[in-house]
């Protein structure tokens, strides 16, 4: 038990842990075997050429269950995410430039969610072996200080009699489900679940009949109708006969983790589509060039290409965005920060996207001098990329988008207007969040993650700025950002 106390205040120290200089050591050794024949192709080491470095590369990527068991053993979940996301990063390389599969980019984020699952629920094996444990471990005290116990620990404990009414809970448990202690005792177990949950208990309760524990999920029915998610540790009580008595539950809300479980299955799919759309435009362009090139005009050769060419931009704003986060999110994100001309950035900016998008029109609104910021230039071109990108994303053909900048006391005021569909007070609130997007974009088939706007508000806070939004719904939206002026 000591053990486990100590392993899981590990984050506190986690950079002094050598567990964490271990895993890194065997992360690089996988991805320089993973990478070892490029490499001594392209050092022209001919006699090195062994053929176990020319095998399949799914055999090759069987190595980095390695340290994703050995992260998930001992930082549990958040460990094994980070270092399969850290494997996914090692593998894009090689699937973007250099495998000749078509699609390449699909085996490497299906091998990694496999990755991510496998340490998952060894880190959920452990948790669940240590809950046991603790359980046990409070089932040997004493009545009078089992009691006190279970009247002080968050989670919830519910003991019911041999006709299934309640007979005890603790105050933790009544709050699970929005009722006082009062309300729930006497009251029958199935008063708080619906008929599927009641088929469910029905069994379970046989099995406690048979005296078997055990652990498993469940959802139950608050008193305002709400569902509560969560897992039993459940026992059968036995009177001095030996005979069934009832059953004890040890009840831990995991609503929140189901939330957060489905925003990772969603982050997920998002994640496939957003890859899939662009490279599938990209690999039939180049195909069709290539395989039909004889026979299509320098006019239409050049299409294809100019769509290759806009389908890779959007996939590398996308990676940047996903990179931007993976660095704040892990604290690693470092600011290049100097003097410069905003007017430069925001012109080179507004170009990249009046080429991207020749339907609508951009006007520059900028005073003839402006003082200098104290900003990252390639972190101020993705702040001002992304809004601008979503400005036209939510803008009719032909809409005007207007970028200006004007300074305001110790501050420069930058923004971006559009003649879009406008947001109302409600979205504007939950606009910043992850994977926020409007209804009528999802409705209307607007690409995207919903990251973009949470990018630059990370990346302003970060400068020492402030992000916000005025809009009206059918009015359109102004995004603004600040920057520190360089003091003279």
């Not at 496939?272 to 195909?287: C, D, K, M, Q």
């Not at 395989?291 to 389908?311: C, F, N, V, Y």
């Not at 998008?357 to 390639?378: E, G, N």
């Amino acid at each position: 038990m000591q053990t486990d106390n100590i392993r899981h205040h590990l984050p506190i120290t986690v950079w002094k842990n050598p567990h964490l200089w271990y895993i890194t050591a065997i992360m690089m050794a996988c991805a320089i075997f993973y990478y070892l024949d490029t490499i001594i192709e392209l050092m022209g080491w001919s006699r090195l050429q062994w053929w176990v470095l020319y095998t399949v590369h799914d055999l090759h990527r069987l190595l980095f269950f390695i340290p994703v068991v050995y992260a998930a053993y001992i930082f549990r979940v958040k460990g094994a995410i980070i270092t399969a996301l850290i494997s996914m990063l090692i593998f894009l390389p090689r699937a973007i430039l250099i495998s000749p599969y078509p699609e390449p980019i699909l085996r490497p984020i299906a091998f990694v969610i496999i990755l991510g699952g496998v340490g998952i629920l060894v880190s959920k094996l452990l948790d669940s072996i240590t809950e046991h444990k603790r359980a046990e471990q409070a089932l040997w005290e004493s009545e009078e200080k089992y009691r006190q116990l279970i009247e002080s620990i968050h989670e919830g404990i519910w003991v019911i009699d041999k006709d299934a009414c309640t007979t005890f809970v603790n105050p933790r448990m009544a709050e699970m489900l929005g009722y006082t202690v009062e309300e729930m005792l006497g009251r029958h177990l199935f008063s708080f679940m619906d008929e599927r949950g009641v088929q469910i208990a029905t069994h379970l309760l046989e099995r406690r009949k048979h005296g078997i524990k055990e652990q498993h999920e469940f959802e139950f029915l608050r008193k305002d109708g709400t569902r509560l998610y969560a897992i039993l540790e459940t026992s059968a009580l036995t009177d001095d006969d030996g005979s069934y008595a009832g059953a004890i539950a040890g009840v831990q809300d995991i609503t929140e983790r189901k939330k957060l479980d489905q925003l990772k299955d969603d982050f997920i799919s998002l994640v496939s589509h957003e890859l899939r759309s662009p490279l599938t435009v990209i690999t039939g362009a180049v195909n069709t060039a290539l395989t039909e090139g004889a026979r299509l005009s320098p006019e239409e050769t050049r299409q294809l290409l100019k769509d290759a060419a806009l389908e890779a931009e959007a996939l590398s704003n996308l990676l940047g965005n996903l990179l931007e986060l993976s660095r704040v999110q892990a604290n690693r994100l470092v600011l290049y920060a100097e003097a410069i001309s905003v007017k430069k950035v925001i012109q080179d900016t507004v170009e990249e996207l009046r080429r991207q998008s020749p339907a609508h029109q951009f006007i520059v609104d900028m005073p003839r001098k402006l003082p200098p910021v104290y900003a990252d230039s390639l972190r101020l071109e993705r702040i001002l990329y992304n809004l601008i990108q979503n400005a036209v994303k939510y803008s009719p053909q032909g809409g005007k988008i207007r970028v200006f900048a004007k300074p305001e006391k110790q501050h420069l005021v930058i923004g971006v207007s559009d003649q879009g569909i406008g947001i109302s007070l409600a979205d504007q609130a939950k606009l910043f969040a992850p994977f926020q997007r409007l209804e009528e974009s999802r409705l209307d088939g607007v690409r995207g993650l919903g990251l973009g706007l949470l990018v630059c508000r990370r990346l302003v806070e970060a400068h020492g700025g402030q992000i916000w939004v005025e809009s009206e719904p059918g009015c359109g939206s102004t995004f603004f950002f600040t920057l520190p002026i360089v003091s003279p």
